[in-house]
């Protein structure tokens, strides 16, 4: 039978206030016990109280007995809310990577909290978690390293937005094993996976036409011939030096702002336009400069996030800059809602990519 909840209330007050460590942490194992096998069958009342016994609880014992109960509550489906979550946002990651890797009940509101705040072990922990929204992995790919990168690109069941995406693939320039992961995602954007393979290595290249699935072994067969059609001489540089020069005068004397952006916009002067964002954010005007005019809408994106220029001028650069095809309302709704979604500082890092390996090829 189960104890009455005044008993264990009594109990617990009894072990915090007056016992040794090794009696709350024998109080704990009763009440953990107690509530696997009988937690099933808990109404929401009663596993409120657990809840709050559980709370109480991990205040006062070690890290080991906390990594315990971490680990023995993390595939707990009913596993009491508020625990968890505190567990989750233990700064010791031998207690939060257990429930940040497994729990159902660590909320998404927890998950950002974590990622956004704590070290490299707990974003690997969340980065192969089950189901990670996009909101989390937009965070992880800004601020995660290598290991936690590959860990998150090859969560099967994780979600990108095309921003997300887009800075997940910026890492893999530099990354072999990532280009390779990345490679064989079957929900990797096409164009993505175009820019990924043209700048693979053949080495990679040969492993992913090995390695793919039938589906996907014909879309990357597809897309490494059209990359061999295409092979040709580069094109001369393009001179940006009459534009440079009036965007560095206007910085010089505070007159390079948003409302001058978007008149060159409106005006499609591109060559100011990519001149301004790579003085903004301290890279190549040619590097801006393909940015602007490729086809992947998702990569503008990024500039103008590090730069701090409003939805309203970015949605005129995009519907303005010279490509294939205008946009339409639903990829500008699209790119809206990424642009929301996209932070600074994933923007700057993605930045920083770039001008690592000097080059952005579309």
């Known amino acids: 039978m189960l104890p009455s909840e005044d008993s264990v209330i009594l109990e617990l007050e009894e072990a915090v206030r007056g016992g040794s460590p090794q009696r709350r942490v024998h109080t704990l194992r009763q009440v953990t016990n107690l509530f696997l ?3 099933a069958r808990l109404s929401d009342e009663q596993i409120k109280v657990f809840d709050d016994v559980f709370c109480l609880l991990v205040l006062n014992v070690e890290t080991k007995a906390r990594a315990e109960l971490s680990r023995r509550l993390a595939r707990v489906d ?6 968890i979550q505190r567990l989750a946002q233990d700064d010791e990651i031998a207690v939060a990577g257990h429930v940040l890797a497994h729990s159902r009940q660590v909320a998404t509101g927890t998950l950002m909290e974590v990622a956004n705040t704590k070290g490299q072990d707990h974003l690997f922990a969340i980065a192969g978690r089950k189901n990670l929204p996009e909101a989390v992995t937009d965070v992880i790919v800004g601020r995660g390293g290598p290991r936690v990168i590959r860990n998150l690109a090859s969560n099967a069941t994780a979600r990108f937005s095309n921003s997300g995406y887009a800075g997940i693939v910026a890492h893999a320039e530099a990354d072999d094993d990532l280009t390779e992961i990345l490679g064989l995602r079957p929900d990797l954007p096409a164009p993505l996976r175009q820019d990924l393979l043209r700048r693979a290595t053949e080495e ?7 390695n793919a699935p039938p589906d996907l072994k014909e879309e990357i067969t597809r897309v490494l011939r059209s990359i061999a059609g295409n092979a040709s001489l580069p094109a001369p540089p ?3 030096a009459r534009a440079e020069e009036n965007i ?3 910085k010089a004397q505070d007159e390079l702002s948003e409302p001058a952006i978007l008149t060159f916009a409106q005006a ?5 336009i990519a001149a301004a964002l790579a003085v903004e954010n301290c890279v190549p005007t040619a590097m801006m400069a393909k940015v602007l005019t ?6 503008v994106l990024i500039p103008c996030k590090a730069a701090g220029l409003s939805w309203t001028t970015v949605e005129t650069i995009l519907s303005k800059r010279p490509t294939v095809q205008p946009l339409n309302p639903p990829t500008l709704m699209a790119a809206a809602q990424d642009y929301r979604r996209l932070s600074v500082e994933t923007a700057q890092r993605t930045l920083r990519f770039w001008l690592l390996h000097d080059k952005v090829e579309k």
Do not use: I, W, Y
């Open 37 to 39: 096998n009988d937690g």
């Open 78 to 83: 009913h596993a009491p809310v508020e625990v």
């Open 204 to 210: 990679v290249r040969t492993r992913l036409s090995a």
């Open 238 to 240: 393009q001179d940006f």
């Open 248 to 250: 560095k005068r206007m």
């Open 268 to 272: 499609n002067r591109f060559d100011e």
């Open 294 to 299: 490729g086809t992947r809408t998702d990569l």
